[in-house]
């Protein structure tokens, strides 16, 4: 059973180019979350989706940002016209039900803005 | 304001010893604390889970404690390994559908 996948795993865009991010949860797991860790940061909740349903979006940056979990495929994190700010490490996680007790989260897709 | 905040920020210690995490949150309702490793450049790996009736959890060399009274948890290394080398990470989730507040860390540096 594969892991939770992310790709690309290495991203660069330049300022005003659109970036999209890709999550493929770990087979079986229908809930998928999006956390943006800053160099020297932390990780910070940005959004959870269910299938086609996005449930608590109150991480996501209002402008710009958007993400979507299709009945079929990955779920996609999309960042449009992307600033210098956007450059950061973004992971995404699965878990295979509710109540949540394990989130399994992919290796990151790193996003370097020029 | 839910908050989960590491201590220390960074810690050396050298290959060996043993060395404990802290971990004091303020989220409410509580419903699961989690300590993660992660490694430089990877995503974070699960360590130990606890819910509210549990107060130890161990895995191998790690040991998770929690007082949910106090709302402190703790992560116990022994006999540390340079592979320990690694940010440790606190969370702790406060709704069923696993809502979370990640702690910033504690970089833990294992010398030879």
């Known amino acids: 059973n594969a892991g939770v996948m992310q790709n690309p795993r290495h991203l660069v865009r330049r300022r005003g180019q659109e970036a999209r991010l890709r999550c493929s949860p770990m087979k079986g797991h229908s809930h998928v979350y999006w956390y943006r860790q800053l160099p020297e940061e932390g990780l910070k909740f940005m959004v959870y989706?269910?299938?086609?349903?996005?449930?608590?979006e109150s991480g996501m940056p209002k402008e710009r940002f958007s993400a979507e979990f299709p009945k079929e495929g990955p779920s996609i994190l999309r960042i449009q016209q992307v600033v210098r700010g956007d450059s950061a490490a973004y992971f995404c996680?699965?878990?295979?039900?509710?109540?949540?007790?394990?989130?399994?989260f992919g290796p990151g897709t790193r996003l370097t803005v020029t | 304001k839910n908050q989960v905040e590491q201590s220390p920020q960074s810690l050396i210690i050298l290959e060996g010893k043993n060395c404990t995490l802290q971990?004091?949150?303020?989220?409410?309702?509580?419903?699961?604390l989690r300590w993660y490793k992660q490694d430089t450049g990877r995503g974070p790996v699960s360590l130990t889970i606890?819910?509210?009736?549990?107060n130890t959890k161990s895995n191998g060399r790690y040991t998770a404690t929690l007082d949910a009274d106090t709302k402190q948890s703790s992560l116990h290394i022994t006999a540390s390994q340079l592979s320990d080398s690694a940010s440790y990470i606190c969370v702790v989730t406060y709704t069923n559908a696993g809502k979370s507040t990640f702690g910033d860390g504690t970089t833990l540096t294992v010398k030879p």
């Open positions: 606890m819910t509210f009736s549990e």
């Open positions: 996680a699965s878990s295979p039900s509710i109540p949540v007790y394990e989130q399994y």
């Open positions: 989706l269910q299938k086609e349903n996005i449930i608590d």
């Open positions: 971990c004091n949150y303020t989220v409410s309702p509580f419903s699961n």
